[in-house]
């Protein structure tokens, strides 16, 4: 189990580094995932499966290599990492191979993997032209409500603007308040409500806002 320490009263701003992510921190980053979204692998993976699918997870991105990293950034604070997210381009599509479905066979077998892949499916997004997509904001528990969010998002927006996109987009939970507020601060405004049964069914909940902030 990855542990992550508490923050130190008074962290200076400048003493968490923000870069992109490295093939050995993909534990790290897996486990971060596994408690920010435990509501999603549960679902995802079944409540008795969240470390096997979190282990298939982890085994699909080493196997890909640093295709598997492209775009991720996390926030490291002396030596730990206490966020992470992901800016993903449309070019970046089809960066899998199959190795992230072939370790969901190899660890959940056929019934568990089909499960799982198609409840995650439930979540992708349509990258178009011009878009940097913002998935899997995610910061220990311990670190949030101190910045790291809004610098993890700050970084991806630089590295955005240095890629000539055009906009930002993003799904939030029509439930999930705090970050909307966040998104609505660094100046992403809400487009439209996604809904699907099927969501529903698996995940508890069926709305999730997209939310798009121009680079222009």
């Known amino acids: 189990m990855y542990a992550v320490a508490a923050p130190p009263i008074g962290v200076p701003a400048d003493d968490v580094v923000i870069r992109p992510a490295r093939l050995s921190d993909i534990e790290a980053i897996v486990a971060l995932h596994r408690e920010a979204f435990a509501d999603t692998f549960g679902a995802a993976f079944g ?3 969240r470390e096997r699918g979190a282990q298939a997870l982890a085994t699909g991105w080493r196997r890909q290599g640093p295709a598997a990293l492209r775009g991720m950034l996390v926030a490291e604070y002396a030596g730990q990492l206490i966020g992470t997210t992901s800016l993903r381009t449309r070019d970046m599509i089809g960066d899998g191979g199959g190795f992230a479905e072939a370790a969901f066979f190899e660890t959940l077998g056929v019934w568990g993997a089909l499960r799982s ?3 995650l499916s439930l979540l992708d997004h349509q990258i178009e032209r011009g878009e940097g997509f913002i998935a899997d904001v995610a910061v220990a528990p311990e670190w949030r409500r101190r910045g790291i969010a809004r610098a993890l998002l700050q970084r991806a927006e630089d590295d955005a603007r240095a ?5 930002l987009g993003l799904y939030v939970r029509e439930s999930n308040h705090g970050a909307r ?4 601060r660094l100046g992403f405004q809400a487009m439209y409500i996604r809904r699907s049964l099927f969501a529903r069914l698996f995940f508890g909940q069926d709305g999730w806002i997209y939310m798009r902030k121009d680079l222009a």
């Not at 890629?163 to 906009?167: A, G, P, V």
């Not at 507020?181 to 609505?184: F, I, Q, T, V």
């Open 47 to 49: 409540p008795r499966d």
């Open 117 to 119: 892949l198609f409840a």
């Open 163 to 167: 890629r000539s996109l055009t906009y």
């Open 181 to 184: 507020a966040l998104y609505e």
